[in-house]
């Protein structure tokens, strides 16, 4: 209903909603989707946390039998230095020169793998149900030797409650995160527990990242080595307010803090000096234990109490549920499909929240495990996170989207070091926390990551939701050194007078030869669409528009054409449509329109025809996450409704039983959210409509579709 960049409207606007919030019933949507589980997985956990904080749990709760992982935005660790080398020489580490330009490939190869692997992002922890036999021993319990297991996540009010019998007797456990901190607090109710018969044990894992695990799943951590790392443990008064215990626990030079309280009065044991596991009973016969386990960089002063965690929890989850944008596609649609996609769209957004709503941009798997040591990929930021503006969830797209202001001076760093450019910021690629990228030839060479930040500071601009000025102001700088990069990274070809963009290059799909890609037409469109935002954005401030954006943006290249289809790039061969090098992989051409608003460069009836290629001649058996969303954003904007609703449900495109979007296909990331981001944009952009659209869901067939939507934004 927000209509592109119209301001005054605001106001009816929020009048409206408030008007209309109470329309759908979304309680009981939400709920209509809460994961029971009666085993565990082996490959996904069903998961607790706040977005900075993830706890993944198997079917008692916690970490009882299969060691789920703990993360967070701030866990992250680095290794010893490779023998023989200091901080100078990864200070001075240069990889190859290309045409005289130094880039960050192909360096000395003990420091390469070391940047590569350093920092990592670490598991921070265990924690598991102790079982203790009759005689106070430690029960050695297997999942099996336990009866009528069922586990269920209240996703209302995110939390987990897990039942069984052990030993004929029942037992619950309530799990739940804190929102402001760290920490979980969790509920043991048994008559087990007054006998003595149930406690709780922590553990510690050796996270190492070297060259060879830079994929850790489902686990993360190695607990056998347990000579590699200390932990050290504290007790009793004088710790803080509601604390019992401390655990400090180092790993290299890198320490981070467990604190146990704020519940029930314990008792804590190292089981024994060579290994990183502490048992914690109650110390007096009650039939429900409860303990906030919290987790931290620094040793806290206090920690919450169980209690204060369930409130939190509550009313937090209760707030965002309610006051952030909402689709319903169950209550009135005929089509049978509508509840699948429902279902995508409620756990996307309550996994979303727990696992990618940090500091910093989210790694592909989130909080659950780690792919690529636990990085992010800057290019990967919109697909994980732009999803947020289109459900107006600002409060936790403004936790990242201040990254590009943090990372400025070092692209700014980057972009000298590479061509010496004078002006403007290159964004990484694979980045770790600090901003640093990672070396390697594509994480060097790729560029669509670079106007993702045009797309998040646009949206914020049109969200209305503070003093338009201030959006101006704050990303000024940002946009400023993003697009006077654009503009200096483009070479002017001397015989056609047009800006090219490579070579060398990596263009999205990452398999084409860097030193023949030259203007490829996705990217060339996101460039064009860069600048002319970058260029608004100065009108706006009513500042000077640099000479060279409009110089560039109105002389780039043309965007490849051949037989009357757009190509991937300038000069690849004709017949690469039949050819399986060029057509595997993420189908960028179909984001031409769809992803992408129209740009002036980009004909319609050419990227509708492109697309419809893509349909027939692409490998689609290699598609993966986010390319089944980008396929539906396509295919809404070419008003091909029905296949749209067919690429967000297509069989390769898969959520699991509590949501996590599993890939199907080779050796990336499970889960893989960049799918369920994705699947979020195109599904609100289907629902709310796109700037220039016609009428309601203009993404959804007419027939068999009843879409109602509240607090959403259109897509650009
Ligand atoms: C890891 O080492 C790098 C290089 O010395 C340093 O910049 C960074 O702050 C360290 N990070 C952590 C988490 O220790
Ligand atoms: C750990 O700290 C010591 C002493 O401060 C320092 O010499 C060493 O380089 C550090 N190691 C790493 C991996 O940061
Ligand atoms: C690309 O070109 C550079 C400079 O001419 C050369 O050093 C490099 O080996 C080439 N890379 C590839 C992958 O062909
Ligand atoms: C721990 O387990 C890993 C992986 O299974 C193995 O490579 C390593 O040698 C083990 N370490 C010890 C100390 O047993
Ligand atoms: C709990 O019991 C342990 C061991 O008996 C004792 O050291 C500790 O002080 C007790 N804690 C409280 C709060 O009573
Ligand atoms: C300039 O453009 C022409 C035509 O597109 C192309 O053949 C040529 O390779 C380009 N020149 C350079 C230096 O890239
Ligand atoms: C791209 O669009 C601009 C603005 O409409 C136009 O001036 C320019 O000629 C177009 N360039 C190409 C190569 O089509
Ligand atoms: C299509 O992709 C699948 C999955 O990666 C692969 O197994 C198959 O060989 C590919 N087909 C062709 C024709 O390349």
């Not at 001076?409 to 004078?422: D, I, L, N, P």
């Not at 090098?581 to 492109?610: E, M």
Request: aromatic share 12%; charged share 20%.
């Amino acid at each position: 209903m927000l209509t592109s960049g119209s301001r005054g409207t605001f106001l009816l606007l929020v009048l409206a909603e408030i008007a209309s919030a109470t329309n759908i019933e979304r309680h009981g949507i939400v709920s209509r989707y809460n994961p029971v589980r009666t085993a565990s997985s082996n490959s996904t956990p069903m998961q607790v946390g706040n977005g900075h904080f993830a706890f993944g749990a198997d079917v008692t709760g916690l970490q009882t039998f299969l060691p789920f992982a703990i993360m967070s935005d701030w866990g992250w660790k680095n290794d010893s230095l490779p023998d023989g080398t200091t901080e100078a020489d990864l200070e001075a580490y240069r990889g190859e020169t290309w045409d005289g330009v130094a880039y960050l490939f192909g360096g000395p190869e003990p420091l390469q793998d070391w940047l590569t692997a350093n920092p990592g992002r670490a598991n921070l922890g265990r924690v598991g149900l102790l079982f203790v036999d009759e005689v106070g021993g430690v029960a050695d319990v297997a999942e099996g030797d336990l009866e009528g297991t069922s586990q269920t996540l209240d996703l209302w009010t995110g939390t987990m409650t897990s039942s069984f019998q052990w030993q004929g007797e029942e037992v619950a456990i309530r799990t739940v995160a804190a929102q402001s901190n760290d920490a979980i607090g969790v509920t043991i109710t048994s008559t087990l527990v007054e006998r003595g018969r149930l406690g709780i044990f922590v553990d510690f894992p050796w996270n190492y990242e070297g060259p060879f695990f830079g994929f850790q799943a489902p686990f993360v951590g190695f607990w056998n080595e347990t000579s590699k790392h200390t932990t050290s443990l504290t007790t009793g008064p004088g710790l803080g307010d509601n604390i019992g215990a401390a655990i400090a626990h180092t790993m290299v030079n890198n320490t981070f803090f467990t604190v146990v309280g704020g519940g029930d009065s314990f008792s804590i044991e190292r089981v024994s000096a060579d290994e990183h596991r502490y048992t914690i009973l109650p110390n007096a016969s009650i039939s429900s234990f409860s303990l906030t386990i919290a987790y931290a960089p620094n040793m806290a002063k206090t920690i919450p109490t169980v209690d204060n965690i369930k409130m939190e929890s509550e009313s937090v989850w209760k707030d965002y549920w309610s006051k952030n944008g909402f689709i319903d596609l169950v209550t009135g649609s005929g089509d049978a499909r509508a509840d699948e996609l429902q279902r995508r769209i409620i756990l996307s957004r309550y996994l979303m929240r727990v696992n990618e709503a940090g500091d910093t941009p989210p790694q592909e798997s989130g909080l659950v495990n780690n792919g690529w040591y636990g990085k992010f990929h800057m290019e990967m930021f919109f697909w994980h996170s732009a999803h947020w503006a289109l459900w107006n969830t600002w409060d936790l797209l403004d936790r990242s989207s201040g990254t590009y202001a943090r990372f400025l001076s070092t692209s700014v760093q980057r972009a000298q070091g590479q061509e010496g450019y004078a002006t403007g910021a290159r964004w990484p690629k694979m980045t770790d926390p600090s901003g640093r990228s990672t070396p390697g030839e594509i994480n060097e060479l790729l560029i669509w990551q670079q106007p993702h930040p045009l797309v998040f500071a646009e949206y914020e601009y049109r969200a209305a939701r503070s003093d338009p000025r201030a959006t101006l102001e704050r990303w000024r700088e940002v946009i400023r050194a993003t697009a006077d990069w654009m503009a200096a990274y483009v070479k002017r070809n001397e015989s056609t007078g047009f800006y090219d963009l490579g070579p060398p290059m990596y263009v999205v799909s990452e398999d084409t030869a860097p030193n023949v890609t030259r203007n490829p037409a996705f990217e060339l469109a996101y460039w064009r669409f860069g600048l002319d935002h970058a260029t608004i954005w100065m009108e706006r401030l009513g500042e000077e528009v640099p000479e060279t954006w409009t110089e560039v943006r109105d002389n780039l290249a043309p965007l490849p054409i051949e037989d009357g289809l757009y190509a991937v790039y300038e000069g690849i061969p004709s017949d690469f449509w039949d050819s399986p090098t060029y057509t595997s992989d993420h189908p960028a051409l179909v984001g031409l329109y769809g992803w992408l608003p129209q740009t002036a460069n980009v004909s319609l009836d050419l990227a509708k025809a492109t697309a419809e290629k893509v349909w027939v001649s692409w490998n689609i058996s290699d598609c993966w996450g986010w390319d089944f969303p980008m396929l539906a954003m396509s295919a809404a904007r070419n008003g091909e409704t029905e296949k749209a609703i067919e690429w967000l449900l297509h069989p390769l495109f898969k959520f699991d039983d509590v949501g996590m979007p599993v890939p199907m296909r080779r050796y990336i990331a499970t889960p893989y959210f960049p799918g369920a981001g994705a699947l979020l944009y195109a599904v609100a952009m289907m629902a709310e409509g796109w700037d220039g659209s016609g009428g309601a869901a203009p993404g959804f067939p007419k027939e068999g579709w009843q879409v109602r939507t509240e607090g959403l934004s259109k897509a650009m």
